[in-house]
Nanobody, 125 residues
Framework: QVQLVESGGGLVQTGGSLRLSCATS????????MGWFRQAPGKEREFVTT????????YYADSVKGRFTISRDNAKNTVALQMNSLKPEDTAVYYC??????????????????WGQGNQVTVSS
């Protein structure tokens, strides 16, 4: 059974930074894609970013491009999301996810097989 455990969320002021981490266990994710999604109150969950199995390819939603950076460490089975220049509209529950059927990055929720529990990020104005 695969488990994804997230950490690092919290409360930050506009313009601040936060770093989310996600640790996988139970099944190697060396050849899987990893991604981050978020869900704001009253809204559907949306794609934030994804990274290929070797970290060589990344994709970002336009709303976070240039501010967020995804990275992974396959030796430690972790993926991280560095969030800079945070805005109130970034407030959401953030989820990490693992896609075992694709290695080059995955954009759609249906492509992901396992999800973390979610981590609250709140940006105050």
């Amino acid at each position: 059974q695969v488990q994804l455990v997230e950490s690092g969320g919290g409360l930050v002021q506009t313009g601040g930074s936060l770093r989310l981490s996600c640790a996988t266990s139970g099944r190697s994710c060396i050849h899987c894609s990893m991604g981050w999604f978020r869900q704001a109150p009253g809204k559907e969950r949306e794609f934030v970013t994804t990274i290929s199995w070797n970290g060589g390819t990344t994709y970002y939603a336009d709303s976070v491009k240039g501010r967020f950076t995804i990275s992974r460490d396959n030796a430690k089975n972790t993926v991280a999301l560095q969030m800079n220049s945070l805005k109130p509209e970034d407030t959401a529950v953030y989820y990490c996810a693992a896609a075992y059927r694709t290695a080059g990055g995955a954009y759609y929720e249906k492509d992901y097989d396992y999800w973390g529990q979610g981590n609250q990020v709140t940006v105050s104005s």
